[in-house]
């Protein structure tokens, strides 16, 4: 079994810095305050968009580049970032990664040009894709086996709950304060962990690690995912069956196959293939893609749903997500200790079950549900996804090698961002491609005017999102019956997406009943 070399008796056993450094609980706390940056980051700036493209004179793309430059550099550069506190050490990483987001977060903030944000928001996601997996690393070293369930469920629970609240927080900072304090929230509390992580955080490598660097194999990874994500990300502008949209993902293919080669020669290859040998590694990374499926490309047409269809603003469509991000509080802690006990194959299971019992339940949703309705699938959401969450992690980074623990987070965490973009991208098209099936007829039941076939695909691409044209002039009964057929079809391509999710979940189920408990060791193994 692989070992990590441990520093069991400090030299300073006595004072009150050596029960800080290394202690479980203080760093699960440190590492919670990094990570949550990331996730809020994820979601927090969408609310700022509309303020940047006022004050910057942005264009639509510009914009667009805001979110789409982050979730690149963060999805590519992942794997590889784990692949560096493994070879480093996850302490020196994860500070690293702090430091620099931080940074690059108020250089945002300074930044007078869009090409500046954008330039920022690449850095931001580089560094913020070396957290997560440090993070991981050092849980794993910090907390024995029989108490790590339950560390890693109320981490997931502040990533869960980070990304949710993004939305509240930004509209509250934009309304408020300004769209340049979204990103310099983030200094001090980089700040606050990165002097935490000095004082806290204990040096965590395998004595065994790799010592080199696959630099072909990262280029072809690299490439892959870039293709991958790019191609998902424009896949609805551009058209599923448009040459650049299969060019981007024939790319990948060929990127992925050449990767897969090489990394079967390579003397150390950035990731072995050996561990796809562990049929739970990979039942659950395929789980995790599925699972992100279900849950990020869902949860993309309910703030559409909150605020197009009941006018609400985004703090108030936060607020009504609370029971989700509650719910996730509430349980993460609970399945972990219930997978510490029973293992992670049932509670997954029930999970993913519960999440897709959830899908079928929003499918449901129309224009007069009341908050109570809506209230119980979320909380049902958030009952779901919370063991999933956290028994992914027990099945992924567990049957690792302790070497390449790093290595393993970075996969699961690209698994849960190649699954939110393949998610959105293609409950996307499918909400677009219904709303264009069933407008029309909607429309013409309606006994509205006719339109021109450039009109009705202006109507389509508006309602997709629940939003309804009304030309100026038009009478107050013209344009709620406008509304109200906008709103129809929006609701029909949403109930055909959340059914989709909801079968995803089903299918995440059946993986779920291939995965068990991590067969290498976890606990403390810290080199100092």
């Known amino acids: 079994m692989t070992q990590a070399v441990a520093d069991q008796t400090p030299k300073d056993v006595v004072t009150g810095r050596s029960r800080v450094r290394g202690h479980p609980w203080f760093t699960l706390l440190t590492v919670a305050i990094g990570v949550m940056m990331v996730a809020l980051d994820g979601t927090i700036v969408v609310v700022a968009n509309p303020a940047i493209q006022t004050d910057l004179k942005a264009s639509l793309a510009d914009v667009q580049w805001i979110t789409n430059g982050y979730l690149l550099s963060l999805a590519v550069f992942l794997i590889t970032a784990g692949k560096v506190g493994d070879r480093f050490g996850h302490r020196q990483t994860f500070m690293v990664g702090v430091t620099g987001f931080a940074l690059a977060s108020g250089a945002i903030g300074l930044s007078n040009g869009v090409s500046m944000v954008v330039t920022f928001r690449v850095l931001q996601g580089l560094f913020g894709a070396m957290l997560q997996p440090a993070a991981l690393g050092l849980l794993r070293a910090a907390f024995p086996a029989e108490r790590l369930n339950m560390a890693i469920g109320i981490w997931a629970a502040v990533i869960g709950t980070s990304t949710a609240a993004g939305p509240i927080v930004g509209g509250l900072l934009v309304e408020h304060v300004s769209w340049e304090s979204v990103f310099f929230i983030n200094v001090p509390v980089g700040a606050v962990a990165l002097v935490m992580g000095l004082v806290v955080l204990r040096d965590v490598r395998a004595e065994n690690a790799p010592r080199s660097f696959d630099i072909p194999g990262i280029g072809l990874l690299t490439g892959a995912m870039f293709c991958l994500i790019w191609g998902l990300i424009k896949a609805p502008e551009w058209g599923w069956s448009s040459g650049r949209t299969l060019l981007f993902l024939g790319l990948a293919v060929l990127g992925f196959l050449a990767f897969a080669i ?171 491609a219904r709303v264009e099936n069933v407008l029309p007829d909607k ?76 067969s290498h060791q976890a606990g403390p193994s810290a080199h100092v």
């Open 443 to 518: 429309w013409a039941d309606a006994g509205l005017p006719k339109t021109s076939p450039e009109q009705m695909d202006q109507l389509s691409e508006a309602a997709s999102v629940g939003k309804a044209v009304v030309p100026r002039g038009t009478s107050e009964q013209a344009a709620q019956t406008m509304t109200d057929v906008a709103h129809s079809s929006f609701l029909s391509g949403m109930e055909l997406s959340f059914l989709v999710a909801g079968v995803m979940g089903l299918g995440a189920a059946v993986l779920a009943l291939f995965t068990k408990r991590g």
């Open 262 to 432: 090489w990394e079967s020669r390579a003397r150390e290859p950035l990731l072995p293939l050996r561990l796809f040998r562990s049929a739970p590694l990979t039942a659950g990374t395929g789980l995790i893609v599925l699972m992100s499926f279900a849950m990020i490309g869902g949860i993309f047409f309910t703030t559409f749903y909150l605020q197009n269809v009941h006018g609400m603003g985004a703090v108030d469509s936060g607020v009504h997500l609370l029971p989700l991000t509650g719910m996730m509080i509430v349980s993460s802690p609970i399945a972990g200790a219930l997978i510490t006990k029973i293992g992670p194959r049932i509670p997954m299971l029930a999970g993913m079950l519960f999440t897709s019992t959830a899908m079928f339940g929003m499918t449901t949703l129309g224009t007069e549900t009341g908050t109570l309705p809506m209230s119980l699938w979320f909380a049902t959401l958030g009952l779901g996804l919370s063991p999933v969450m956290v028994g992914a992690t027990e099945v992924i980074v567990g049957n690792a090698p302790l070497e390449l623990s790093g290595v393993a987070a970075g996969l699961q965490a690209s698994a849960m961002q190649v699954g939110g973009s393949l998610g959105t991208a293609v409950l996307g098209a499918l909400m677009a």
